[in-house]
């Protein structure tokens, strides 16, 4: 029985973060050619989500009822995925707006680059391009399909500065932005989205968060060491949150993320070893804080941050992931402390068992994340 709850719950968690559905990453790029203002758009975007035709209500293509065809499209090369866009999706810049309070923008797609197929189990991106000639308007909203999910708008200058970043949630429009000054986001505006930013990587998004904050739960749900645990991590992961936005630490994903998985499966397996926390345990802890920051940080790195609204992006974004961790604590209490913290088998039947289950997830990731 608890080997089949092991293989079910690994599954779901696999299929949960292989194929988790990412905001696509719009690039509006403005250049002069002779003297006329023009701009360069291009979309970093899930390809086969979007002909497979997986609705944005999903958080992974796994929840949809269409995710066989996702996963065939997945396997495709790039000229039969190509073949495919040009057949299904019909007029995709009509599905693109950018407008002044004059008019439509005209966008003209000029390249669909596909990646050569890899490790099916992480997402493929393709990068779509568009030309814009000859913008006579200086101020704009962006606007795509509903069905194409949300998306992060980043809009860089002639001399490649940074204007404006706005996460825009499927079928929304961006606010009103500038092509050539810098459009500054309110305070309440830009902390409102940084926190629900941050709630939202932990809950739903960050599966590896969650089982680490579940591990250090499980061993002693009671108040003073959980506090101790929790305070240790948040303090270790806004120091390198803050290091890292700031790109005074820069490790790439590619090593941090292999790591992270193994900081869930380290403090996992101590859980079947220990009843009470060691002496070591808050210095590990505080380590592995330290990696998950840098995690966050790529996040936020990826999204941008207004410069002039920097601290308060940063503060907001970490209070949104506390939110998101507290979250977590409190469902963990409420469904597991309240029902078996007193049972004289909690230990055995229920401690050991869970961390067992986070520590395969884990160490699972880390082999995915290190060789695939």
């Not at 061993?219 to 890292?244: C, D, E, M, N, Y």
């Not at 790439?252 to 900081?263: G, K, Q």
């Not at 961390?355 to 160490?363: K, N, V, Y």
């Not at 699972?364 to 994340?369: C, E, K, P």
């Amino acid at each position: 029985m608890f080997f089949k709850i092991f293989i079910f719950i690994l599954f779901f968690i696999k299929s949960s973060y292989a194929h988790e559905l990412r905001p696509a990453i719009a690039n509006l790029n403005i250049y002069e050619e002779d003297n006329i203002t023009n701009a360069n758009l291009s979309i970093q975007l899930n390809l086969e989500a979007i002909i497979a035709g997986i609705e944005t209500k999903h958080s992974n293509t796994e929840n949809s009822e269409k995710s066989e065809e996702y996963k065939d499209l997945r396997r495709m090369n790039p000229a039969v995925l190509l073949h495919q866009f040009n057949s299904k999706i019909k007029n995709f810049n009509n599905k693109i707006n950018l407008t002044s309070n004059i008019s439509n923008l005209n966008l003209t797609l000029i390249s669909v680059v596909i990646p050569e197929v890899g490790n099916t189990d992480i997402i493929r991106d393709t990068t779509v391009t568009f030309d814009i000639q000859n913008i006579k308007e200086e101020r704009f909203k962006f606007y795509w399909d509903k069905n194409l999910g949300s998306i992060i708008l980043r809009i860089n200058s002639i001399h490649n500065e940074p204007l404006y970043t706005e996460l825009i949630e499927g079928g929304k429009q961006s606010k009103w932005f500038s092509i050539k000054n810098k459009i500054e986001v309110g305070l309440f505006q830009n902390v409102k989205e940084y926190t629900l930013l941050g709630f939202k990587h932990i809950i739903p998004k960050g599966l590896d968060h969650i089982l680490f904050v579940l591990a250090l739960f499980l061993l002693s749900p009671k108040l003073r060491p959980l506090v101790l645990q929790v305070s240790i991590f948040t303090l270790a992961h806004t120091i390198t949150l803050f290091l890292g936005a700031l790109k005074i630490i820069t490790i790439p994903a590619i090593i941090v993320e292999p790591i992270i998985a193994l900081s869930i499966c380290f403090i996992a397996i101590e859980n079947l070893f220990t009843e009470s926390i060691r002496r070591t345990r808050p210095y590990i802890i505080f380590i592995f804080g330290l990696l998950h920051g840098l995690g966050f940080a790529g996040v936020l790195n990826e999204i941008g941050i207004s410069t002039n609204l920097f601290i308060s992006s940063l503060i907001s974004f970490n209070v949104g992931v506390e939110l998101g961790q507290i979250s977590v604590i409190i469902f963990s209490y409420i469904f597991i402390a309240l029902l078996f913290q007193k049972k004289s088998w909690y230990q055995n039947r229920v401690t050991k068992p869970i961390s067992m289950i986070i520590a395969s997830i884990g160490f699972y990731w880390f082999i995915q994340r290190l060789f695939f």
